[in-house]
């Protein structure tokens, strides 16, 4: 599940969870899920390695073939 | 002069006649001239001449349309003008009135501009339901730019500073000149095969309109038309408007606010997880906070029939005690009671006996009261008779003394009796009568 699909799991068990209209069993299940959820969205989020590639090639498999990539010093 | 008499006319008829006739006959022209005597009133409408070697014709240009001019028209300026030509009957004047007005030079680049902006509107390109929303959180985007120069500089230091965990694949191209469209294409071309790219920035530094023409090019509208990605459009500075921009899924006024546009902040984001972790926590813990409410609840009225038994029993016991404690004294009390009134009590016999006693003594106190009485009254009155009878004249008669009486009347003074007087003297034995021969001195 991508991060947007993810957050906006999450989002939707804080809802149930604030409605309230539901079993302990299932709140609690729910609960769990939600906090796995927000641990993964966190720690995406907290990626602060900026992976920035060039483009070079994509090849006949579409696959891409990358070099990294800077940004060249300015005159 | 002719014979007859000639129509004649007001200035007014003439000047509305000579209106209707311009008016009528000319059409829409586009005039190429020289700026002249230009002012720009205060209400924003351009007043000039247009001129040529040997002609010049007064001009305006409303606000209207001279609000969507790209350059400042200046005296000396060799311009195009469209225009229709209208006459001022009031003054009888005409002048042309301007739509649009060009640079000339800049006059065919912008007409061809006008003319594919026109066709791919009419085709449908430009419309709002072809464009698509950008992801909320891109996770992957293309920038197909120049390496080199400051736009690529500008969206990775924004992209760095608000999301730093973003992909980013730079797919270079060149973006000016006449060789660039077509590579801007290929570029394209080439990102649309990479998997997972969820945004692609299109675009390119602040430049002349030369040099930003590439994106103007008809090709590469399409291209990005039928990108399968959405694309974001930034070219140039805000007032640059190409056809990519009109083209693109969204117009960003330069690369750095594409950047914006498209990451949103990481921090924002973050704090967004936490507070929803947050809410979680505190759902969770009021959904159990209430069930364990109704759990105590019920619970206390669960327990409550045997503590109300306990509470019983307990007053129970209490009120049994006491009540035994006070039967206890209340059978003392009487007890005591009792016995004390026993004690009291005395047999019948013995009151009768006591009483039969009491009567004894009260009969013998009776009887020598009686006995004493009749004694005495008996001592008394043998003392009486005793005395009486010593008393009695006649026992002192016997002791020898005689009674002399006179008249009956006892005598016991001589001054009570003359000389003379008969007495009768009483003896113990018999009586005498006497007379008083005489009375003695004592």
């Known amino acids: 599940m991508d991060f947007e699909k993810k957050l906006g799991r999450l989002e939707e068990i804080v809802q149930k969870m604030e409605k309230g209209e539901m079993s302990l069993d299932e709140s609690l299940k729910l609960f769990e899920e939600g906090v796995k959820l927000s641990r993964e969205c966190h720690s995406r989020l907290n990626e602060a390695e900026a992976k920035v590639k060039l483009l070079t090639k994509v090849d006949a498999n579409g696959e891409a073939l990358t070099e990294d990539f800077s940004v060249e010093d300015e005159e | 002069m002719e014979a007859g008499a000639p129509s004649v006319l007001s200035v007014e008829q003439l000047n509305l006649n000579i209106k209707k006739l311009i008016e009528g006959e000319l059409p829409l022209v586009w005039v190429k001239g020289e700026i002249s005597n230009f ?197 140039g500075h805000e007032i640059d408007f190409t056809i990519c921009d009109f083209v693109a899924d969204l117009r960003a006024p330069t690369p750095s606010a594409a950047a914006e546009l498209v990451a949103r902040s990481t921090t924002e984001l973050s704090e967004r997880v936490l507070a929803l972790g947050r809410l979680l926590q505190i759902s969770l813990k009021k959904h159990l906070q209430s069930l364990q409410q109704r759990l105590h609840l019920s619970q206390k009225r669960l327990l409550d029939p045997r503590k109300r038994l306990q509470d019983l029993r307990l007053r129970n016991d209490d009120l049994m005690s006491r009540l035994d404690f006070a039967i206890d004294r209340l059978l003392e009390k009487r007890k005591m009671k009792i016995m004390n009134l026993s004690s009291r009590l005395v047999h019948p016999k013995a009151v009768l006996e006591k009483n039969r006693q009491q009567l004894q003594i009260l009969m013998q106190r009776l009887d020598r009261r009686v006995q004493f009485g009749l004694d005495s009254k008996k001592h008394k009155a043998t003392r009486l008779i005793q005395l009486l009878d010593s008393l009695s004249p006649l026992k002192v008669v016997d002791r020898g003394y005689a009674l002399v009486t006179h008249d009956k009347k006892v005598l016991k003074d001589t001054d009570d009796i003359k000389v003379g007087a008969s007495l009768e003297i009483r003896l113990a034995k018999g009586e005498l009568v006497a007379v008083v021969t005489e009375k003695k001195e004592r």
């Open chain 2, 39 to 235: 002012k720009k009133h205060s209400s924003g409408h351009f007043y000039f001449s247009l001129k040529d070697s040997r002609s010049q014709i007064s001009a305006v240009m409303f606000r209207g349309h001279n609000m969507r001019l790209r350059f400042l028209p200046q005296d000396g300026a060799e311009v195009l003008v469209r225009g229709r030509v209208s006459v001022y009957e009031p003054r009888g004047n005409y002048q042309i009135v301007c739509d649009m007005m060009e640079p000339v030079g800049a006059g065919a680049l912008q007409r061809s501009f006008e003319q594919l902006k026109i066709k791919l509107k009419t085709e449908g390109l430009f419309e709002s339901s072809r464009k698509r929303p950008l992801p909320s959180f891109p996770q992957h985007i293309a920038v197909v730019t120049s390496p080199t120069g400051a736009a690529i500089r500008d969206i990775l230091n924004i992209l760095k500073r608000r999301a730093p965990g973003i992909r980013v694949t730079v797919v270079p191209t060149i973006v000016q000149g006449e060789a660039a469209a077509p590579q801007i294409i290929k570029a394209l071309e080439m990102t649309q095969q990479l998997k997972d790219v969820d945004v692609i920035i299109c675009g390119r530094g602040g430049g002349s309109t030369e040099d930003l023409w590439a994106f103007n090019n008809e090709q590469l509208a399409r291209a990005i038309s039928s990108s399968r990605v959405p694309v974001v459009s930034a070219v």
